[in-house]
């Protein structure tokens, strides 16, 4: 009976190999199958990021019930219950469901998965490139490093070697190099020598042509240049060793001058020199130069440019500071020489003077007495010209004496009160007598605010007018030469004429002004200027003597006296008028102590001293006879005028206690009068002072009157101050000098 | 014209005759002497002076038109003017008489007259001038202003 069994026989006999090989894999799928998941999950619960449980659960699901299948199916080599192939239907049921889940869902998942290794790739690169920059930043900050150090070491003497010396140790030890030289330019700038290296102590001082091509190729460009380690520059060592020599930079170091610094220039790097510096690297090493070290290098060349133009400045500073120092010296001793010099010129001056004038002074004074005595006309003419021959020369002794003490101011100028008016009469009193030989007529007009007594150097200003009014005499042929001087008020002491000239009034101090004016020879406009320049002489001035020196000197004492001087001329032959102001002081009182005693000076300003003294004029011409009056009357005198001699005796009386009369009329003579008036009076008080107007100081007149028995003259015209000096003075002293 | 006005007029104007020559510190005498008892006294010289002038130029003109010129007389005549001009202060007129005075002991006549013109033209010059500065004054006056008193500076 073979019942039906509820096995299941497989379909076809199998064959016994076949299927025994078949039963192992089988096995060994249904092994690999369950260890799969088990390892899946190992790893899984191992990481923390993988985000796909889920699918991983649905993995594993599906292997596991692949896994059962392949097992189960062992189970049906043989003959199987249907139960068996019943859990075998089950299983690949659910295997074929999970499966093809599984498979669906691996179509999102895949491309996820991708990208997630394209992203890494992604940030692998990334990574890389900024483990590169990274790398980039740290050296180029160590380079910065580098260089300020160097900079430091290098900027932090002024010494040219020590720059030079502490570059190429601080480049060698930053670089590792194995040598380091620098070439300078020599004088000439025809060749470079070799004046620094690093590791050789004595290097040999050897020089190479400055046109070698690797050379001008160096010194074409900023930058730092590989050059051939066998050229002229770089064959410093003798090659030692089989290997190769390394590789070999050169760079130009720029010498900066002074003088390439211009104000709105910077340097021109055209023309320059330069140096060069060389650097190896180590010839046993495969090191290459790298960029920033050759960013190094070009750094460090135009630091080190920059150190050395300091460097330059200062030694230029230091050497200029010897020089002067020595200058100083040079001009100290000069000065010392000078002063010696000047003080022995000095000696030999006042040696000299005294020496000279006293020899001058001597035929002087032989000569003006051998004119006293009797001589022949002959004679009297030799004498008359040796005097003036001394005089000459005694004046031009005086006047060198003089200009050279002026010319280095050792001249002092004496201040002492004076009186300005005797001044003007004393000049008036000198020239005339030379003028009146010439026919000139010499007046002199004070204004009434000039005062009488001023402070100053009497005797230069005195030698001033007199030179001036000399050479107005000098230079006239005729005509008259006219002094006038007043003071000057500050605003118009700006004169437009003499832009270079601007007194400052003070309160004791003013300002005389006096003009000279003739009507002579003139002066021509391009001569002017000349004029007050000593020993220039024009060519009018040639032929009238004089040795030029008298204006340089007269310039020379107003300036001392903070005045000026100059000359106007219509043109030659127009005449010219000398004008000059000094400055001089006021006297406080009048009795200041250093008063000099003259005759006519008490300057009585009282009004009312001459009250109700009676005067008598005897003048010819109505006007004079007018002023007169008048001025006397002004004074406070009672006045009886006359107009003739025998008039004249008819009034006079012993009232009258002054008779003024004009002596000059031509063809009258006054001098008969006036014995007559003396002798109408025997006795001596009641006799009048009789005082002589006279228009001309001239000698005969004044002989006249002094033998007449006049007790004075005074000089027409007649001023207010004049009159009323002359009249206390007569009053005082019964007798009076002279009043010019 | 007010009286400030004029007043300065008159004293740049006398200046002006100061510094031109025509008058020298003698006027500023005459001026001096001018006061309140003699107010007048200026004016009063000065036309005594154009007075005196006037003969002694008709007498001189006459004198040198002689054939035979009397040189005493004539130099007696020009003292007398220099005179005169010397006590107002009319410096032109003295020095054109000082130089006619010497040739008048040189004798020429020819130079006399040529130095009477000049001593005619600086006579009616300053005469001119003087006029002109009274006028002024009595213009002042007039207005009822006073003379000012001129300072002799520059």
């Known amino acids: ?740 | 014209m007010e009286v400030g006005q004029m007043q300065r007029r008159l004293v740049d104007y006398t200046k002006s005759l100061f510094m031109e020559g025509f008058l020298d510190s003698q006027f500023l005498q005459l001026q001096q002497l001018q006061d309140e008892n003699n107010p007048d006294f200026v004016v009063e010289v000065v036309s005594l002076f154009f007075e005196d002038s006037e003969k002694l130029l008709n007498e001189l003109t006459r004198a040198l038109d002689q054939t035979n010129v009397e040189f005493k007389k004539v130099d007696a005549h020009v003292h007398q003017l220099k005179g005169s001009s010397s006590s107002i202060g009319a410096q032109r007129v003295k020095n054109a008489c000082i130089a006619f005075r010497n040739f008048c002991e040189e004798q020429n006549t020819e130079a006399c007259m040529r130095c009477l013109q000049q001593v005619k033209q600086e006579y009616y010059l300053v005469k001119n001038k003087l006029e002109t500065m009274f006028r002024l004054e009595q213009q002042i006056v007039a207005a009822g202003g006073s003379i000012p008193i001129i300072e002799m500076s520059s």
């Open chain 1, 1 to 740: 009976m073979i019942e039906s069994c509820n096995c299941i026989e497989p379909q076809l006999p199998a064959d016994e190999l076949l299927m025994k090989y078949q039963y192992i894999s089988d096995f060994f799928i249904a092994l690999a199958y369950f260890s799969i998941p088990l390892e899946l999950i190992y790893f899984v619960k191992k990481s923390a990021l993988f985000p796909y449980r889920w699918v991983l659960v649905q993995f594993g699901a599906f292997i596991v019930l692949c896994g059962a299948t392949h097992l189960i199916n062992l189970w049906t080599f043989t003959m199987h219950t249907r139960t068996v192939e019943i859990v075998m239907t089950i299983a690949k049921v659910c295997t074929a469901v999970v499966s093809c889940a599984t498979a669906l869902t691996l179509v999102h998942i895949i491309p996820d998965l991708l990208s997630v290794k394209t992203r890494e790739l992604f940030l692998k690169n990334k990574a890389a490139e900024l483990d590169r920059e990274m790398g980039l930043i740290r050296t180029q900050e160590e380079t910065g490093r580098h260089v300020r150090m160097l900079t430091h070491e290098i900027r932090s003497t002024l010494d040219r070697h020590t720059i030079l010396k502490t570059t190429l140790v601080e480049l060698g030890r930053t670089l590792e190099l194995e040598e380091c030289a620098l070439w300078m330019p020599t004088r000439t700038g025809l060749e470079l020598q070799l004046s620094y290296t690093l590791r050789q102590q004595n290097p040999v001082e050897y020089t190479v042509p400055i046109q070698l091509p690797v050379i001008n190729q160096v010194f074409n460009t900023n930058r730092a240049v590989k050059i051939s380690p066998n050229c002229a520059v770089a064959r410093l060592r003798p090659t030692a060793g089989k290997y190769m020599p390394g590789e070999v930079v050169a760079v130009r170091v720029p010498l900066l001058h002074l003088s390439n610094f211009q104000i709105n220039d910077w340097p021109e790097l055209s023309t320059k020199r330069y140096a060069l510096m060389v650097l190896m690297l180590p010839s046993d090493s495969a090191r290459q130069w790298h960029v920033h070290e050759l960013e190094l290098v070009e750094v460090v060349a135009d630091q080190v440019a920059v150190a050395l133009s300091h460097a330059a400045i200062l030694e230029e500073s230091m050497r200029a500071r010897d020089l002067l120092m020595e200058q100083n010296v040079a001009l100290d001793l000069a000065r010392r020489e000078a002063e010696t010099a000047i003080r022995a010129r000095n000696d030999f001056l006042a040696v000299m003077n005294h020496e000279m004038r006293t020899p001058m002074d001597a035929i002087i004074a032989l000569a003006s007495l051998l004119l006293e005595t009797e001589l022949t006309p002959e004679q009297r003419l030799m004498v008359e010209t040796i005097l003036k021959s001394s005089n000459l020369l005694a004046t031009l002794i005086n006047d060198v004496l003089d200009l050279s003490r002026l010319e280095d101011g050792s001249l002092q100028l004496e201040l002492e009160t004076f009186n300005l008016h005797a001044v003007f009469r004393e000049v008036l009193n000198l020239i005339k007598p030379i003028a009146s030989v010439k026919k000139l007529l010499v007046t002199v007009n004070l204004a009434p605010d000039v005062p009488e007594y001023a402070i100053g150097d009497e005797k230069h200003l005195m030698q001033t007018i007199l030179n001036v009014v000399g050479n107005a005499v000098k230079f006239s042929k005729e005509g008259s030469i006219t002094i006038t001087a007043f003071m000057v008020k500050s605003e118009s002491l700006r004169d437009s004429r003499t832009p270079d000239f601007s007194p400052v009034p003070s309160d004791n101090h003013f300002y005389l002004r006096v003009q000279v004016k003739d009507f002579g020879a003139g002066i021509s406009p391009q001569d002017i200027p000349k004029i007050f320049t000593k020993f220039a002489q024009t060519q009018s001035t040639k032929n009238s003597g004089g040795s030029g020196l008298g204006l340089a000197i007269c310039k020379r004492f107003v300036n001392l006296m903070e005045g000026n001087i100059w000359i106007e001329s219509d043109g030659l032959g127009k005449g010219c008028t000398a004008i000059f102001l000094v400055k001089l002081g006021i006297p406080e009182r009048l009795s200041e102590s250093k008063l000099p005693f003259m005759p006519m000076v008490a300057a009585n300003h009282g009004q009312a001293n001459f009250h109700g003294l009676k005067v008598l004029v005897l003048d010819e011409n109505g006007i004079s006879r007018m002023v007169m009056k008048g001025l006397l009357v002004h004074l406070g005198c009672e006045v009886t005028t006359v107009s003739s001699g025998e008039e004249c005796l008819r009034v006079v009386s012993q009232e009258h206690k002054v008779v003024l009369m004009d002596v000059c009329v031509p063809g009258k003579d006054g001098y008969e009068i006036a014995l007559r008036i003396r002798e109408k009076f025997t006795k001596l008080r009641e006799k009048p002072l009789i005082v002589a107007l006279i228009g001309n100081t001239d000698k005969v007149i004044k002989e006249n009157c002094m033998r007449v028995g006049m007790d004075g003259v005074i000089l027409k015209p007649v001023s207010l101050d004049k009159l009323r000096s002359v009249l206390s003075d007569l009053l005082e002293h019964r007798v009076l000098f002279e009043a010019v």
